[in-house]
């Protein structure tokens, strides 16, 4: 079984920073691409930020220059650097991975984190 959970969300003001952690667990091989998502009410889920095993990034153009993905491969466990928050920047955020692991019926799955909520406030 693997699981993800986040952790670091909370209610910030506006311009004000938050750091994200998903921590991925259990009977993982590697870790392919990592990626946090958000999710506001009535909204769709939309990518926020992605990181692939070498380190490649790419980022949600209302985030870029503010938020910054990065990833620990001795820990499994991905991170999102949060700065000048905004408003509109409230939402679920949720981690995604890639991860490969030893099941035979399905050795490479795309798991999810719980979700953490980020309020920012104006």
């Known amino acids: 079984q693997v699981q993800l959970v986040e952790s670091g969300g909370g209610l910030v003001q506006a311009g004000g920073s938050l750091r994200l952690s998903c921590a991925a667990s259990g009977s993982i091989l590697s870790i392919n691409f990592m990626n946090w998502y958000r999710q506001a009410p009535g909204e769709q889920r939309e990518l926020v930020a992605g990181?692939?095993?070498?380190?490649?990034?790419n980022y949600l153009d209302s985030v870029k220059g503010r938020f910054t993905i990065s990833r620990d491969n001795a820990k499994n466990t991905v991170y999102l650097q949060m700065n000048s928050l905004k408003p509109e920047d409230t939402a679920v955020y949720y981690c995604?991975?890639?991860?490969?692991?030893?099941?035979?019926?399905?050795?490479?799955?795309?798991?999810w984190g719980q979700g953490t909520q980020v309020t920012v406030s104006s």
């Open positions: 995604g991975a890639q991860i490969v692991t030893s099941d035979r019926l399905a050795p490479i799955r795309r798991y």
């Open positions: 990181i692939g095993s070498e380190g490649n990034t």
